[in-house]
């Protein structure tokens, strides 16, 4: 097969990483491998897969993406691609839009993945448009069948996220020269307990009440410190200000660091004591809940969406009901306290799985009789 995915950037992020790791299963079952961007810092991953990238901008949210769709359609048109894969909204109706004036006889295939609650309107409607639908959690679903009635229950999926048991093995430890250096950098932290709120720096997350459960354990006399870890785009540096502003008036300037983003994110998860997961607002998976209960690290996280279903799946001791600010200090008091400690995931939720369920999807479509 020739599978060609469509997302808005090439950069740090789930769905981007999604992305190039089903580019690379495709690539080594022997299929060709194409990914429409408007490029990023993955973009050389991804070519070291040995799948090819195509730049092209579609990643504005706005209505001149549109000019895109004709582009698009020569594109679709030369690469005789089997599949189309869109995997976000602004690229889905470029895609969509070009799709649909195609000769049906010839067309490739339309798939879509839901990645998240988008916001409900006629906008979000496009990833529901594919002649597949892919959820990547029960809780997504759950969302489609809700918001939007009308999308056959049929040509649903669920395919939940995966990662790669090798490497994030039970029990994993950072390496000897990359421990020492780590240890060199924060000399000061000896005997502190270590809380990790990874994730995209925005309101989303979760950081104030991350900032707030710091404080609150201090109080207890905990001796604790906290490294938030994750991007920060350029529309949301202000933000990021904000928070540094709110670290100093709480007093916790010497107990939070902020490390941007990481490559060696496993690496960080696997010195922390305790990963939270703090966002309000419904999570579709949350792979860095799955990347830490994996290597045996304990999540605190707010008990909806997909990181809901995660912590109830793996690790019911870090529930904490969405928004309880002391149920959130006491049940991370406890964790702590009690040492306790994930079982793994028992094999389950594998990146093998993922890729593979998504190629049968591929395969189950292009047996399939044509005319959605």
Known sequence: ??????????????????????????????????????????????????????????????????????????????????????????????????????????????????????????????????????????????????????????????????????????????GGEWLAKWKAERPDLTGKEILLLPGRITRLKGHEDFLRLIVSLKEKGRRVHG???????????????????????????????????RSDLREVMAMSDVVCALSQQPESFGRTVLEALAIGKPVVGYDCGGVGELLAALFPEGRVAVGDADGLVERTREVLEKKHRPRGTGGRFTLEEMCRRTVEVYEELLASERGL
């Open 1 to 174: 097969m020739k599978v060609i995915q469509v997302l808005p950037e090439m950069n740090a992020g789930g769905v981007e990483r999604g992305t190039l790791e089903l580019a690379g299963y495709l690539v080594a079952q022997g299929h060709e491998a194409v990914v429409v961007s408007n490029g990023g810092r993955m973009v050389g991953a991804l070519e070291g897969v040995g799948a090819r990238h195509v730049a092209m901008a579609v990643h504005k949210k706005s209505l001149g993406s549109l000019f895109q769709v004709g582009r698009m359609r020569r594109l679709l048109e030369e690469e005789r691609a089997d599949v189309v894969h869109i995997r976000s909204r602004v690229p889905g109706w470029i895609v969509y839009l070009a799709w649909r004036k195609m000769d049906v006889r010839t067309r490739p295939r339309l798939v879509s993945t839901v990645h998240g609650f988008y916001s409900v309107s006629f906008y979000s409607a496009v990833m529901t448009r594919g002649e597949r639908v892919i959820a990547v959690s029960e809780s997504i679903r759950e969302y489609i069948g809700k918001n939007y009635p009308k999308v056959d229950g049929g040509r649903v999926r669920v395919i939940h996220r995966g990662i790669e048991p090798e490497r994030y093995a039970y029990g994993y430890e950072p």
């Open 227 to 261: 490294w938030i870890v994750g991007d920060t785009h350029a529309k949301k540096r202000g933000y990021l200000e904000e928070l540094r502003v709110k670290v100093e008036e709480l007093g916790i300037g010497e107990d939070v660091e902020f490390l941007g983003h």
